[in-house]
């Protein structure tokens, strides 16, 4: 996506460095920041300097690549892969991407007769994985936008546009899709208590996109549906089981829930990579519990201009704070994948198909 007249991804790698761009200050300031080694990265992925699916996916294939330039020589060599594997993936569990990419790229290194190899078979693996993810998402907005008609009021939640993934994105790609085929559209951004990646992230994507947007409260979202000023919902997806059941940010299952109410469209976008086949169903996916910090505080640009955090619940309080939770197949009009859109209850079917439009 272009910023400032620049063409950017979400994160990238050159040499032995992980760049990514750090969306903890965003929107507010747009900073590129550099990680030196795989530990860098994977406390990037921990902290969230990188999230959404896609991007999360791509750090640990680029973490991994730099876990082979880093290994050393001889016997140790594969001892210190295997170590630097348990790293990244223990970084978000609840993120299938991560764990796909993680396992992608040390099947290349395994494979490989010799450690130069090894170590060239890695950074191709991980590169191979990063350009996949933006076609991907490039496709799922060719897609998806046949679903948006002319004047489509769209609401999304959290953020699962090109700053989750390469590029592109996955529930954003179709409104940018049609956005660029000359559709007039609206998008309703929940906020995503309580990192506020709607707010932050999506809005910000929406804004240097020219898309007309507005912010609402979590707690908005039904109301705007029941007043029907809500045509269909487009959210993303971090993890889909064999039978269709999705995890995604905290929020989805009750915006899907009051969807079907209503008989308004609720789609997910996802690319393949999401898909867990091992998965039986969403009371098998694992889900992430995040610092109560991040509920008990709000974080953001003060009036002087420095970025604070400010506690907004009483000092004796505590907090619960699940990062995802699991929206059943039953609730989803259909997932929007690289490979087509198919119903939940066919989403293994997608692993068959072959091909973009």
């Known amino acids: 996506m272009i910023v400032n007249g620049t063409a950017y991804r979400t994160v990238w790698m050159e040499g032995n460095t992980v760049y990514m761009i750090n969306q903890l200050r965003l929107p507010h300031a747009f900073e590129i920041v550099a990680l030196p080694d795989h530990r860098a990265t994977a406390v990037a992925i921990r902290d969230m300097w990188v999230r959404g699916a ?8 680029y973490a991994m690549a730099q876990v082979a330039l880093e290994a050393p020589d001889g016997d140790g060599f594969l001892a210190y892969v295997h170590q630097g594997a348990a790293i990244i993936r223990a970084t978000r569990p609840t993120a299938q991407d991560l764990f796909y990419a993680v396992d ?6 395994e494979k490989a007769p010799d450690i130069s190899t090894a170590r060239q078979a890695a950074v191709r693996s991980a590169q191979a994985l990063a350009d996949e ?3 991907a998402g490039e496709a799922i907005g060719r897609y998806g936008a046949s679903l948006l008609p ?20 996955s529930a954003l790609a179709p409104i940018y899709a049609a956005h660029r085929a000359g559709k007039r559209l609206f998008v309703y951004a929940d906020e995503t208590r309580p990192r506020g990646q709607g707010a932050q992230l999506t809005a910000w994507e929406l804004a240097n996109e020219g898309i007309p947007h507005t912010i609402i409260a979590d707690n908005a979202a039904g109301f705007f549906m029941q007043r029907r000023e809500v045509d269909l919902c487009i959210v993303g997806s971090d993890r889909i089981a064999a039978n269709g059941d999705i995890a995604n940010k905290i929020g989805t299952y009750e915006k899907a829930v009051v969807a079907h109410e209503l008989g ?17 169903s969403g009371e098998h996916i694992p889900i992430e519990e995040r610092s109560p910090d991040e509920v008990l505080y709000a974080e953001g640009l003060l ?3 420095q970025m604070g955090r400010v506690r907004i619940a009483p000092s004796g309080s505590t907090a619960r704070n699940p990062a995802f939770d699991v929206t059943p197949a039953r609730y989803i009009t259909a997932i929007i994948t690289e490979r087509g859109i198919f119903k939940p209850e066919h989403i293994l079917r997608a692993l068959e198909a072959s091909g973009a439009p």
Not at 54 to 61: L, N, S
């Open 104 to 109: 992608r790229v040390l099947a290349a290194i």
């Open 150 to 169: 002319d004047g489509c009021r769209v609401l999304t939640h959290c953020n699962a546009g090109w700053l989750a993934f390469v590029d592109w994105g």
């Open 54 to 61: 896609g991007a999360i996916g791509a750090a640990a294939g």
């Open 303 to 305: 009036d002087d201009g």
């Open 133 to 135: 993810n933006a076609a």
């Open 264 to 280: 308004i469209p609720f789609y997910v976008a996802a690319p393949t990579s999401t898909i867990d086949p091992a998965c039986p």
